[in-house]
């Protein structure tokens, strides 16, 4: 149990076309969602906590115009990364807190987005 | 406030060795800490969790980890390493369910044969 996927696992857009990314738990009820931005070699960076039909918080530097954060269910989160530029490319990772007492987080996957 | 220092960006051990990563925390109230593993191009998995039940975890694949309040230590070890072993592994600190985390800098476990 506890799963959560990302779609797409990999993207490569062209300079100033918007991606979407979606985070889905599959098998439980997220009331808050999280997305990183991981450079190589590098830890992951918090962007932006989503909580289920408020808006997105988001952390110091982080544009929340270019980085666009829906958490319309219970269950999906999505990052649209707007007008994006090469230097926007980075691995992106979303990950769920189940609604309730459980302390830990359920990572996504990933997703490799490349801005050519 | 909640942050986490991972001592030595790189380890290297020989198969069938000890794995020793390191693993401090600074925070104001009683964390949850948590360690988990990354192999490449892909997503987080959990290792382990502390909670403030048994200062000892155990977690998955043979790793376990010690709470140490006196020493703001959370170092996670498995007694024989295997070549599986081989990824990133990140420290994290909450301060309650449902809030950020705050990750360390990551380790990555190199395993000779």
């Known amino acids: 149990g506890a799963v959560v996927s990302q779609h797409p696992s990999r993207v490569i857009c062209k300079s100033g076309t918007s991606v979407k990314i979606e985070c889905r738990s599959l098998?439980?009820?997220?009331?808050?969602m999280f997305w990183y931005r991981q450079f190589p070699k590098q830890s992951l960076m918090l962007m932006a906590t989503?909580?289920?039909?408020?808006?997105?918080?988001?952390e110091q530097g982080v544009e929340k115009d270019k980085f666009l954060i829906n958490h319309a269910s219970l269950t999906l989160s999505t990052l649209t990364v707007t007008s994006a530029h090469p230097e926007d490319s980075s691995f992106y990772i979303c990950?769920?807190?189940?609604?309730?007492?459980?302390?830990?987080?359920?990572f996504g996957p990933g997703t490799r987005l490349t801005v050519l | 406030a909640q942050s986490v220092t991972q001592l030595g960006s790189h380890v290297s051990v020989s198969e069938g060795a000890l794995v020793l990563l390191r693993c401090n925390y600074s925070s104001s109230v009683p964390p949850y800490l948590f360690w988990y593993v990354q192999y490449p191009n892909q997503g987080l998995q959990l290792l382990l969790k502390y909670t403030s039940a048994a200062t000892l975890v155990k977690g998955i694949n043979g790793f376990e980890a010690e709470f140490k309040k006196s020493e703001t230590s959370f170092h996670l070890t498995k007694p024989s390493a295997h070549m599986s072993d081989a990824a990133e592994y990140f420290c994290?600190?909450?301060?309650?369910?449902?809030?950020?985390?705050?990750f360390g800098t990551g380790t990555s476990l190199t395993v000779i044969p």
């Open positions: 990950s769920a807190h189940p609604s309730g007492p459980r302390v830990e987080q359920f």
């Open positions: 994290a600190v909450s301060d309650q369910p449902g809030n950020q985390f705050y």
């Open positions: 098998d439980f009820q997220a009331t808050t």
């Open positions: 989503s909580n289920e039909g408020s808006k997105a918080t988001y």
